[in-house]
């Protein structure tokens, strides 16, 4: 395996698409591919555009968004170490059904969609995994989508902050900390309401003592009562 490889090769077995290779297969795997390095603000790719290439994110964090035949933009998830970015690759020839801009500085290696299709035919793991990874995505866009029909906005927020601080949170003295640009603007994307509703929801659960909302950053407070927000239960009596 070539050096530049050698220290990701962590983050890469950790990733949904290498579970199950032996480490000599994922080894030969990875060194198929090639090292990207993307700034803050540039896409791996754009909706619509032929899905020619696929990823995995070694480093930083990543923004998944779609524009509707409106032109309205929406976000569908935000992604960080070990996500695999353009799977549909491993659907042969399609258009990528959303883009994906780089939120901080990112690494990533890469795969052309004949590489990938190549490797999938010699380590067949590899296509399972693939198959395994649209599957659940395809069940979480599903869940969302009953979200959006079925709950209030404020669940819908909720959940989106519990999401993330799963995702990315550390835990600090104060609480738990999710600290990712991400603007209430875009919380608003995510969660399909406007900006009005979302900040009237941040600045609510601040009075109350939930949160703290700073520039590009959320620290979630009191993590009981916004579990009870998003599952729809009687708040935790205050203290």
């Known amino acids: ?3 530049e490889f050698e220290h990701i090769q962590p983050v890469i077995t950790q990733s949904a698409l290498f579970q199950g290779l032996a480490a000599a297969d994922s080894e030969a795997v990875t060194a ?5 390095n993307i700034r803050a603000g540039e896409y791996l790719f754009h909706q619509g555009a032929d899905a020619d290439m696929m990823y995995v994110l070694l480093t930083g964090r990543v923004k998944l968004s779609q524009v509707t035949a409106d032109g309205d ?3 569908v998830n935000y992604f960080g170490p070990g996500n695999g970015l353009g799977i549909i690759v491993a659907l042969s020839y399609m258009e990528y059904p959303l883009s994906i801009e780089a939120i901080e500085p990112c690494t990533a290696v890469g795969w052309s969609r004949e590489t990938m299709l190549a490797l999938m035919l010699e380590y067949p793991q590899l296509a399972l995994n693939g198959i395994n990874m649209i599957g659940r995505r395809f069940a979480r866009l599903q869940k969302r989508l009953q979200e959006m029909a079925t709950e209030r906005v404020e669940q819908r927020v909720a959940r989106a902050i519990l999401r993330l601080v799963r995702q990315f949170g550390r835990r600090t003295e ?3 900390l999710l600290d990712m640009p991400i603007t209430r ?3 608003a994307q995510l969660t399909g309401t ?3 509703s979302v900040s009237r929801i941040i600045s609510k659960w601040e009075q109350a003592g939930f949160i703290h909302s700073g520039r590009k950053e959320i620290t979630l407070l009191k993590a009981h009562e916004l579990v009870a927000i998003a ?5 935790p009596p205050a203290e």
């Open 32 to 36: 198929a591919g090639r090292l990207f």
């Open 174 to 176: 104060r609480g738990v």
């Open 73 to 75: 933009q929406v976000i």
């Open 185 to 187: 603007e875009e919380l």
């Open 1 to 3: 395996m070539p050096a």
């Open 194 to 196: 406007n900006l009005y």
């Open 231 to 235: 599952e729809d239960l009687p708040l």
